[in-house]
């Protein structure tokens, strides 16, 4: 890592990990969730409103962005910083997720991916070198190589979607453009297979990376398939990198990762259930469309410091929302990514204390017995 990357373990309870990243833009108090910007924005939001949810690191998409605006119009406004009002650390995702999703529109060989835009059908090529020329113009803090995602279960599919990914990845490494102020993170692959795990991060882990994501989980496989490959991965991830569970934002995910050693989350979760209605609460996911709550006259949840509980009733939300209104999104998206920066803030808390286990069984106790119970969701 160069001297504006350092990774700090702070204080270690069990596997769960306390620590600090150091970037240009800032610092990033780990363990970390990282609201999802995909268009250069967290939908609904502000920047400030943004920093003010407690987040320290936001995510964009190398894909989207490429297509639209353009990877030099961001630059010719001084990246993505000045382009979006953010000052602090953003992660650029390599756009291979959203590639290989297309899986109707694109054809992949071992020197990178050929795809049409989702826009308008047109043509358009990633290689490895092709993605770091666009990430260098975005100008995120952590970047991400290109990697190919395959479905986690089919065995076949992922071998030689591992082979593409560790030569994407030494590729990567070796065009990258700006070592100096942009830290390049690699993806591990290898779906449910505990031997393509291994084999992935200990090749990656020959990179010398400034850190390590864990990619291809929560598409598809059941809840104990990610906690076992987990179980088996994450001691074999350098100790002293960050580590980043990709695409995984749900309350239960979350604790039970960094109970294995995770550092950093993003996900869609939150700000997508909030625009169909749905918040997360201590006690599981609730619908505010449910006529239940029409005439609920308490804030979305007892003990919740968010702008939407402190200043307005679930009954109103519950209105805005079956009426359709703009405010019913950002009131639900305000409460769903405080609730998860609470939970973060809690984790760090617990792991400095250490008593992060018994956080992690109250904390399961009354989410999971909740969902197991339904009728909320």
């Not at 390590?212 to 100790?239: F, Q």
């Not at 619908?287 to 009733?313: K, Q, S, V």
Request: proline share 5%.
């Amino acid at each position: 890592m160069t001297k504006h990357f350092r990774y700090t373990l702070q204080k270690q309870d069990g596997q769960a990990r306390l620590g600090v990243f150091s970037t240009p833009h800032g610092d990033i108090h780990m363990p970390a969730f990282a609201p999802v910007g995909t268009q250069a924005t967290v939908k609904t939001l502000t920047p400030a409103e943004v920093r003010h949810l407690g987040a320290e690191l936001v995510l964009a998409n190398t894909y989207h962005l490429y297509l639209r605006p353009g990877a030099d119009r961001v630059q010719r406004f001084g990246g993505l910083h000045n382009f979006m009002g953010w000052d602090g650390p953003i992660l650029t995702d390599s756009g291979g997720f959203q590639v290989f999703s297309l899986s109707n529109l694109r054809q992949v060989d071992i020197d990178g991916v050929t795809f049409k835009s989702h826009l308008d059908g047109s043509r358009h090529r990633f290689t490895p070198e092709k993605v770091m020329e666009i990430e260098a113009k975005l100008g995120a803090d952590i970047i991400m190589c290109l990697d190919e995602c395959s479905e986690p279960t089919d065995r076949a599919y992922n071998e030689a979607a591992l082979q593409r990914t560790h030569i994407w990845a030494e590729r990567c490494a070796a065009h990258q453009q700006r070592p100096h102020d942009q830290a390049l993170f690699g993806i591990i692959q290898g779906g449910i297979f505990p031997d393509l795990r291994l084999q992935s991060a200990a090749f990656l882990a020959r990179l010398d990376l400034p850190g390590y994501a864990i990619g291809g989980l929560s598409v598809g496989e059941t809840k104990a398939e990610m906690y076992r490959t987990l179980d088996v991965l994450m001691p074999a991830i350098p100790a002293d990198r960050p580590r980043y569970l990709m695409g995984v934002g749900a309350p239960d995910d979350i604790v039970e990762a960094v109970a294995r050693g995770v550092d950093m989350f993003d996900c869609v979760l939150p700000t997508r259930i909030a625009r169909n209605g749905a918040i997360f609460t201590r006690h599981g996911r609730v619908n505010l469309r449910n006529a239940r709550f029409a005439d609920d006259p308490a804030p979305l949840e007892a003990g919740c410091d968010c702008y939407t509980c402190t200043h307005f009733i679930t009954a109103y939300v519950h209105h805005l929302i079956r009426a359709k209104e703009i405010l019913g999104l950002r009131l639900t998206t305000l409460h769903n990514l405080r609730f998860l920066q609470r939970l973060m803030a809690e984790l760090r808390l617990h792991i400095a204390a250490g008593s992060f286990d018994d956080f992690r069984q109250a904390f399961l106790a009354d989410y999971l017995a909740a969902k197991q119970s339904e009728g909320r969701t």
